[in-house]
């Protein structure tokens, strides 16, 4: 079956690093979506890519799809306290009726 | 609006009870999902529904039941609850599926422990 993969599993930063979460499905997806789960939160939506090659930016946090539609990245500049919380890419192949696979997460630490 | 809401917050069954979390909407959503959350798996599809009546399996369904007799609940059954059944249960739901690119909206999820 399909499958997404996410990388790193954890990633700690001193605040001011950048950091980058990467995701690879074993498949072609439609469309890909970003959700962030704060500690003891739910996942929240953050964006959606759905074009070959495209790249979304929101403040310091930039999205990008790759040309093939199988990989995307969540690159944050300039990491601030913040930004703590589980990082999850969520992957669909279209024939699905609304189902995402969701990545395991990267669950990111800032030190102040 | 509330969004999505979700009862009980956290429940503590022994094995072979049973019992039935409830999901809620209030954004008039067509589709509704549960998952399941475990350390370092992600989030698990366990059942969704495209609509009113309608329910289908997901990734890991076995163990589990729902319903969606109305089109702003969706709940989720166990009928004999396993300590493997241990885990956070987030529902969500979506104003349409993912071929029209809709987001999801989560509801603040369920503790459950089976002792």
């Known amino acids: 079956g399909q499958q997404v993969m996410q990388i790193p599993q954890y990633q700690h930063v001193q605040e001011g690093e950048d950091f980058t979460t990467y995701c690879n499905s074993s498949?072609?997806?439609?469309?890909i979506q970003w959700y962030k789960q704060r500690p003891g939160g739910h996942p929240v939506f953050l964006i959606q890519?759905?074009?070959?090659?495209e790249v979304k930016k929101q403040k310091r946090l930039t999205f990008q799809f790759g040309e093939a539609k199988k990989n995307s990245s969540l690159h944050i500049t300039a990491t601030q306290t913040t930004d703590v919380g589980t990082y999850f890419c969520?992957?669909?192949?279209?024939?699905?009726?609304?189902?995402?696979?969701f990545g395991k997460g990267t669950k990111l630490s800032v030190k102040p | 609006n509330a969004g999505v809401t979700q009862t009980p917050k956290f429940r503590v069954l022994k094995t072979g009870q049973s019992m039935t979390l409830l999901c809620a909407q209030d954004m008039n959503h067509e589709y509704m999902y549960w998952y399941r959350q475990d350390p370092g798996m992600g989030l698990r599809l366990i059942h969704y529904s495209v609509g009113e009546g309608t329910t289908a399996k997901g990734e890991v369904p076995d163990g589990y039941n729902v319903s969606r007799l109305k089109k702003q609940n969706f709940l989720l059954g166990l009928e004999s609850a396993a300590p493997s059944q241990t885990s956070v249960y987030f529902c969500a739901s979506s104003y349409g599926g993912l071929a029209g690119g809709f987001e999801q909206f989560f509801g603040p999820g369920t503790r459950l422990t089976v002792l």
């Open positions: 969520a992957g669909g192949n279209g024939g699905s009726q609304g189902n995402l696979i």
């Open positions: 498949t072609t997806l439609s469309n």
């Open positions: 890519l759905v074009k070959s090659g």
